[in-house]
């Protein structure tokens, strides 16, 4: 029962890979968490307080160090357990190489709120999903040091038993502590895992940089990649895409903006994309549009939007309420069910390849 049986990773007993270790007055106050999870490879993360800042005469802020370490030569389809410094452990699964049936999740908008993104939490944690993914505002301020450790906190039992992919959200302000935290190289990728493809973009446009003029090239640099990523991702028997930004939302205040991702509403189609996954507005929706469904999950504890103006023709199903989405995936179809927190199915609709 050798792949069953769990490969045991103790992390300071790696020579030459990792060389940390924690101070007397340090704290872990994040993770331990596993992200960049493919077939073969893994970063498991954790975030230390090594201090505090007096600012004032009422507030403190906390010093942050964030630590990882990446891990190769992992097998596809394999729990994964490790033991950090200090002594707390986490499991995972790497991804499968092959089309097998497994579970995730995507939620989002955790930003406020607190004892609601608490308790959704608690509810996702039961599921005990093969991965989580957040389709972001994680925080209120992404470069406010003090907001992360209370994030972390409430997230700390359901991120040391998955894989974690979180996106950008605009609240989280492109914010250095996200790459860091979460050991993100470029704010947009992709990762393989049974036979899904699941790509993960930044569609916080007016963060991505300083300059006008660096935005326009991140913008577009990031539609000729996803253009390419997913015509060579055509084998795969589902195509989800997971950012921020909604293309289609009911919530009328929303409307009126011309937002930048409906630019890629074209090669969501042209590639047959099976569901995007936003959050950004406070609610459940679920459109379809040319082929493609949209989802919209943004009910992790921010305050709620109404759905008050559905398309025609588009929107499916609208409901402001507080709730997670949840895969139940392949081989050979995918159920989405949305799960409101008091556990009542919201919808639920199955997907073929
Ligand atoms: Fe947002």
């Known amino acids: 029962m050798l792949r069953q049986a769990a490969l045991i990773l103790l992390l300071l007993c790696l020579p030459g890979r990792y060389s940390s270790f924690l101070f007397a007055e340090d704290k872990i106050v994040g993770g331990p968490y596993a992200v960049n999870v493919t077939g073969k ?13 007096k600012v004032g005469d009422a507030r403190v802020v906390p010093v942050l160090r964030s630590e990882k370490v990446t891990m190769t030569g992992l097998k596809p389809g394999e ?12 499991t995972f699964k790497t991804a499968p190489a092959k089309p097998v049936a497994f579970e995730a999740v995507v939620f989002g908008d955790t930003r406020t709120r607190h004892d609601l993104h608490r308790k959704i939490v608690g509810a996702i944690e039961k599921i005990n999903p093969d991965l989580v993914f957040h389709t972001g505002d994680l925080v ?68 991505s940089a300083l300059s006008a003029q660096a935005r326009e090239a991140f913008w577009s640099e990031q539609l000729r990649w996803l253009d390419e990523d997913l015509a060579k991702a055509q084998k795969a028997e589902f195509r989800f895409v997971v950012m921020h930004h909604p293309p289609f939302t009911a919530v009328k205040s929303r409307q009126s903006g011309n937002t930048p991702v409906k ?17 950004h507005d406070h609610n ?35 409901e402001s309420t507080e709730h997670y989405v949840r895969l139940l995936c392949g081989p050979g ?10 556990g009542r199915m919201l919808e639920s609709f199955e997907l073929k390849p």
């Open 284 to 318: 459940y929706q679920h459109h379809l549009n040319n082929g493609v469904h949209y989802v919209v999950t943004g009910g992790g504890g921010a305050p709620l939007y109404p759905v008050d103006a559905p398309i025609e023709g588009t929107t499916i199903k609208v």
């Open 140 to 207: 209120t301020d992404g470069l406010d040091t003090e907001q992360w450790p209370r994030f972390f906190d409430i997230e700390r039992t359901l991120l040391a038993k998955t894989a974690f992919y979180p996106v950008l959200g605009n609240h989280e302000r492109n914010s250095r502590r996200f790459y860091e935290f979460f050991d993100v190289s470029t704010p947009y990728y992709s990762v393989d895992w049974g036979g899904a493809h699941f790509v993960l973009l930044n569609s916080d446009l007016g963060n």
């Open 333 to 342: 179809s995918t159920k989405i069910e949305a799960i409101a927190l008091d």
């Open 79 to 90: 729990p994964v357990k490790y033991t950090i410094p200090g002594g707390l452990t986490g």
């Open 41 to 53: 490879s893994a970063t498991i993360g954790w975030v230390v307080q090594s201090g505090e800042v």
């Open 263 to 279: 630019a890629m509403v074209p090669i969501f189609e042209k590639h047959r994309v099976t569901v995007v996954f936003s959050g």
